[in-house]
DNA sequence: CGTTGGGTTGACCAAATGGTCAAAAGTTTA
DNA sequence: TAAACTTTTGACCATTTGGTCAACCCAACG
């Protein structure tokens, strides 16, 4: 039984407004969550009408299912890239350096995702069971064979990657605490060579 | 001018009803956020009429904001708590066990706050300024001297402080994620020596 | 035992919010 | 340019939600 539904291709117009709600709908999710984001205000952060945002999609939930399927891509990218075949502890501070231009460059996709897990993951859980947690055991084995290898000081996997996950996020995530305490708009300057030693001294298998 | 106003002692049942709401509103407001909580959930969890529990509290902020500020005493005292007369290394180890505990113990108080802080911290960045801000100040003055004294390794108090904050917490605001990543319900088996590791490997001045 | 005052609630309200729809305004195509 | 379509919107709707209020319940006390 083919698929013959002619899918026609999206038009100019169609592309472009289909961006500009996702990108409103990014701003006003990753400041007030799920349920405190309002039709009405992605509508008005998008210029447009709010029927006219149901014309491009079927509802307020829809929108925010579509942001986090393209966010789950972009968020496992930094740890599908470690190479089981490079350098341990290179790939493990180049993986740290790429979550925290992350956390710097995306914020609103940190916040986004920060407020879907901690309402519970209700519209995520699924993918994290599906795509992440495969990942994340395929690699917690990599790094387990670095530590057999004695490139790594032994330390459990697991516990290192939730790790740099709090760590590098928590710059996004806590962002507003952060600028009140360092009195600096700036975005946490320092973080990158604090990490760096951070990590280095928890894994370098050095004699000490 | 002399405050006369007679107030009354709360009655036992004041005290039960008002301790029933908070109880509930902490329970629901960690779990959707402010704006995703209802008064109805709230009354329901709480065992009350909606009407009742606005007889105990003017409405949904003062409620909130009650809460806010019953954890900020609970929040700070961890770090209230670090001496700067103690021996440097096992007082910051302790620090980060009380935080661990605190992320066990206190897993919707912490919500609470991650909620707070992600959406911008609108009802308590004033707080933060108040209180968080010079505790966090003259913390990282005591373990500059640490340093200096050569009683820890040179790195940035600011940032041992995000750090520790981070991955501490990361186990109660992440731990729908944690709970579908390590297939268990139990509460991060191992995080304790593994922070333990983390920060000794970092702080202690060992030559290497 | 009746009054008084704290405690409780059903019924109600106005505003906010997600969503619908028919008709109008543009755009593309034959 | 006229038909055929895609896109846009004003007006509207049902539900949810924070909050009000007058009446009611009930224990304590004179």
Same mark, same amino acid.
């Given at each position: 039984? +083919?698929?013959?539904?002619?899918?026609?291709?999206?038009?100019?117009?169609?592309? *472009?407004?289909?961006? *500009?709600?996702?990108?409103?709908? &990014?701003?006003?999710?990753?400041? =007030?969550?799920?349920?405190?984001?309002?039709? %009405?205000?992605?509508?008005?952060?998008?210029?447009?009408?709010?029927?006219?945002?149901?014309?491009?999609?079927?509802?307020?939930?829809?929108?925010?299912?579509?942001? #986090?399927?393209?966010? !789950?891509?972009?968020?496992?990218?930094?740890?599908?890239? !470690?190479?089981?075949?490079?350098?341990? &502890? %290179?790939?493990?501070? @180049?993986?740290?350096?790429?979550? $925290?231009? !992350?956390?710097?460059?995306?914020?609103?996709?940190?916040?986004?995702? @920060?407020?879907?897990? $901690?309402?519970?993951?209700?519209?995520?859980?699924?993918? /994290?069971?599906?795509?992440?947690?495969? #990942?994340? %055991?395929?690699?917690?084995?990599?790094?387990?064979?670095?530590?057999?290898?004695?490139?790594?000081? +032994?330390?459990?996997? *697991?516990?290192?990657?939730?790790?740099?996950?709090?760590?590098?996020? =928590?710059?996004?995530?806590?962002?507003?605490?952060?600028?009140? &305490?360092? %009195?600096?708009?700036?975005? @946490?300057?320092? @973080?990158?060579?604090? /990490?760096?030693?951070?990590?280095?001294? $928890? #894994?370098?298998?050095?004699?000490?």
């Amino acid at each position: 039984m +083919p698929d013959d539904t002619p899918v026609k291709a999206p038009s100019r117009i169609q592309l *472009r407004n289909r961006r *500009r709600i996702l990108d409103a709908a &990014l701003d006003v999710f990753a400041e =007030h969550g799920y349920r405190g984001a309002t039709l %009405d205000q992605i509508a008005e952060a998008a210029g447009l009408s709010k029927p006219n945002i149901l014309y491009y999609f079927a509802g307020k939930e829809e929108i925010h299912v579509t942001l #986090l399927n393209q966010l !789950m891509e972009t968020w496992l990218d930094p740890l599908v890239e !470690m190479d089981a075949g490079g350098e341990p &502890l %290179d790939e493990i501070l @180049a993986y740290v350096q790429r979550k $925290l231009d !992350m956390a710097r460059d995306l914020p609103r996709e940190s916040r986004l995702f @920060a407020n879907e897990i $901690l309402q519970g993951a209700p519209r995520m859980a699924p993918h /994290l069971k599906a795509d992440l947690k495969p #990942l994340f %055991d395929e690699k917690c084995h990599v790094i387990q064979r670095w530590i057999d290898a004695g490139k790594l000081a +032994p330390i459990d996997p *697991r516990h290192l990657i939730f790790a740099i996950w709090a760590t590098t996020q =928590h710059y996004a995530d806590f962002g507003a605490q952060i600028r009140v &305490l360092l %009195d600096t708009d700036q975005p @946490a300057p320092g @973080a990158d060579p604090f /990490l760096r030693t951070l990590f280095t001294n $928890l #894994l370098a298998p050095t004699v000490r």
